[in-house]
């Protein structure tokens, strides 16, 4: 009982102590904070020692002994007056600007104020990848990984609450056992053999029936602060499985957009031969009628040789992106085939909103500040070493030889014990510890700021490129316009006389590498609109992570 007391002088001092730096811990932590309830929780312990067996002045070990119900309701008073030692969390405020410097005078082509929750793909319009974006969640090998590890992380939370409550045994045991070598048809159960001196017994059965229940309290919330840290981890490991569900769906909207861009290529291609193919004839005819060269001829059927070789090499192409597609969506690339398809024409710029609603729309963003969530956890687990560790136990009983008056009251048997323990010195390993816990959340605060550092630079990243690849495709589109008439001019030209065949393969040529730009700013185009889908967190909010009591909801009943 003095290894209560004595606990009883720590908790009545814990609001008005805490390791100072001169004692190993870090200069930055905070004092830990108390339970409120801690007075009212002395008191109506007081209480009901003056009440409990119906007598005053007894010892804690009397009042223990004389019902089971004090020990239970003591060893929850205890539990209400602890504590919890290290510094509680608060998300550290970052410098966020008001607004974005590439969304001047932003306005957005396709709002996607309307688009469904976390279906962001569909503002693009096209069924295919309607169809292939929900695969992703539900058969991505990726993905599945990472909810795994979620329900791993969840796991682990149940693992170290269970620290928190005691653990109940119960034992039982029976032996038959005999002394002596002699044996005699007429000897009693206990003789002696007058002619050897020896003694012997016969068998007897002896038994015990014993339950006990041990605790350690978790007086100054170590292993509390454990079991927050692992809720924190937990929730980071939920906000890593969107992030990996964003991703592997904007990976797979990326390849559609290349898909459907080699399939616009193979179309150009198409067409580049068939043009070049009249153009081939056109020098023959010319030839023949003894008005070109043969070199022209030449020239044409080595300009539809390379368009010829350009569409296959597109084809080629085109085939990597569907199997890519296919793995994403957890198929083997033979069981998923495309069809062709034009590439897609309208370009969806959502909304970019103000910088500091990203905060809380980014999955990694959520992750950096859960993992930062945690590193604070730790700082207290670590703070918790320097207090002693209190460890009660209770085992009761019968215990009879021999067994059949196993459950008389005379055969009953109890025993209540304390244990208090503590490292007087242990060569500066606590307060490294601490030290170490500390500077591990501290990067854990600049990891989290860079975090949001490069989303901000991200979502600038993808405003430009859509701003500036607009303009670019407005010229572009003229550019196509203005190659299509030369080459059209050049032809003429050239039945006419009045220039040379270099002149229609030139204009050509410029044609055939404006429409491959064009193609390609599209594309591009295409491909910063789903980038910026995902930057701005595809419908994600922190939000939807699981709340601890989610987390903690297998459990009955609270510590």
């Known amino acids: 009982m003095k290894a209560i007391a004595f606990l009883g002088v720590l908790a009545s001092k814990a ?10 811990q870090h200069p930055s932590n905070r004092d830990f904070q108390c339970s409120e309830r801690g ?18 002045g007894q010892s804690p070990l009397a009042l223990l002994s004389c019902n089971p119900k004090n020990a239970v309701a003591i060893i929850s008073l205890l539990g209400l007056a602890s504590c919890m030692v290290g510094p509680d969390y608060a998300r550290p405020k970052l410098a966020v600007p008001v607004g974005y410097k590439e969304a001047a005078g932003w306005i957005p082509a396709m709002p996607a104020d309307g688009v469904p929750k976390g279906q962001w793909w569909i503002a693009f319009g096209d069924t295919d990848l309607d169809r292939l974006e929900p695969l992703v969640s539900v058969n991505n090998a990726t993905v599945r990984a990472d909810y795994y590890a979620y329900e791993e992380s969840v796991e ?3 693992e170290i609450r269970g620290g928190l409550f005691p653990t109940v045994g119960l034992t039982g045991s029976a032996t038959r056992a005999a002394q002596g070598g002699g044996s005699s048809g007429t000897g009693s159960a206990g003789s002696v053999d007058g002619g050897s001196g020896s003694f012997s017994t016969g068998p007897r059965t002896s038994g015990t029936f014993e339950g006990s229940v041990d605790w350690t309290p978790d007086i100054w919330g170590k292993v509390r602060r454990q079991v927050e840290g692992d809720v924190d981890a937990a929730q980071a490991s939920a906000a890593d499985l969107a992030n990996a569900t964003l991703s592997a769906q904007a990976t797979l909207a990326s390849d559609y957009v290349d898909l459907r861009a080699s399939d616009a290529a193979i179309a150009l291609y198409q067409e580049t031969v068939a043009a070049d193919q009249r153009s081939l004839q056109i020098t023959v005819n010319q030839a023949n009628a003894g008005v070109a060269a043969p070199s022209d001829v030449l020239t044409a059927r080595t300009q539809l040789e390379g368009a010829q070789a350009q569409l296959i090499n597109a084809g080629e192409a085109r085939a990597q992106y569907e199997h890519a597609i296919a793995v994403l969506v957890g198929h083997a690339p033979a069981e998923l085939t495309i069809p062709s398809g034009p590439q897609m024409a309208a370009v969806p710029q959502p909304p ?50 021999p067994i059949g008056g196993l459950f008389d009251v005379s055969n ?18 606590r307060s490294s510890t601490v030290a170490a816990a500390q500077f591990s959340y501290d990067e854990s605060v600049q990891t989290y700021r860079q975090t949001v550092l490069s989303a901000f630079q991200d979502v600038e990243n993808d405003l430009s490129d859509l701003r500036i690849l607009g303009e670019q495709a407005q010229v572009e589109a003229q550019a196509v316009a203005d190659a299509q008439r030369a080459v059209q001019i050049a032809l003429n030209e050239y039945q006419a006389g009045t220039e040379a065949y270099t002149t229609v393969v030139t204009a050509q040529l410029t044609l055939l590498g404006d429409q491959e730009t064009q193609l390609a700013v599209q594309q591009d185009r295409l491909l910063a609109s789903v980038s910026l889908f ?17 987390i903690q909801a297998k459990l009955p009943f609270a510590p």
């Open 15 to 24: 609001r008005g102590f805490a390791p100072g730096p001169h004692e190993g």
């Open 39 to 56: 007075a009212s929780a002395r008191r109506a312990a007081a209480q009901q020692r003056r009440h409990a067996c119906g007598a005053t």
């Open 534 to 550: 995902e930057d701005l967190g595809g419908g994600f909010t922190a939000a939807d992570l699981p709340s601890a009591d989610t």
């Open 412 to 429: 009953s048997l109890w025993s209540l014990g304390a244990d208090v323990s503590d490292d007087l010195f242990e060569g500066g390993v």
């Open 156 to 158: 682990v939370v149940q």
């Open 352 to 401: 970019p909103g103000v910088p500091s609603v990203l905060l809380e729309r980014r999955p990694d963003i959520a992750a950096a500040e859960r993992s930062m969530a945690e590193a604070n956890a730790q700082v207290g687990v670590a703070v918790g070493a320097y207090y002693p560790d209190l460890s009660l136990s209770a085992l009761g009983g019968y215990s009879a030889d």
